[in-house]
């Protein structure tokens, strides 16, 4: 829907990107724009969600569209599980990137950013690779 809107608007090709995080418990919260739904909880609630089940998944989407119904759409999901113990103490809207631990890494999301293991962790790295092989070997016309 986002990708339709823009090409409606600017009639030309672009480019959209979408991500955020699920919990398994809850498998279709928080969602898109996590850190707007998790800002109406208090911490402790988030805590406690993350105490009666940890696992998670972070995910990306890109959508590309070059002309009018032609659109491709490339997407990432990363198992993990959320550790609250270490969200920074002061934060107060809840950002899940430095809490998620990606199945495998021995670190979070936030501490893998910069590093040469964030392209093997990163859901929206991930989607941006699949989007670019794709694109590379698309014919001119397209």
């Keep these: 829907h986002k990708a339709m809107r823009a090409w409606n608007h600017f009639r ?12 398994k ?21 988030i805590s ?10 972070a995910f990306s989407w890109i959508g590309y569209i070059g002309q009018t119904n032609a659109d491709c759409y490339f ?8 550790l609250d113990e270490f969200a920074p103490a002061t934060q107060t809207n809840f950002d899940m990137t430095p809490v998620f631990h990606p199945e ?6 936030q501490q893998l950013i910069g590093t040469e293991k964030e392209a093997q962790f ?14 590379f070997d698309i014919p001119e016309d397209v």
Excluded at 75 to 82: D, F, L, N, Q, T
Excluded at 104 to 109: A, C, D, F
């Design 12 to 23: 030309q090709p672009l480019i959209v990107e979408d991500s955020g995080f699920y919990f």
């Design 25 to 45: 418990r809850y498998p279709d919260f928080p969602g898109t724009l996590s850190e707007f739904a998790l800002s109406g909880l208090a911490r402790e609630v």
């Design 48 to 57: 406690k969600l993350c105490r009666a089940d940890n696992q998670a998944s």
């Design 75 to 82: 997407s990432a999901r990363v198992e993990g599980y959320i």
């Design 104 to 109: 495998g890494s021995t670190k979070t999301l």
């Design 122 to 135: 990163a859901p929206r790295l991930k989607a941006c690779k699949k989007f670019i092989n794709w694109y």
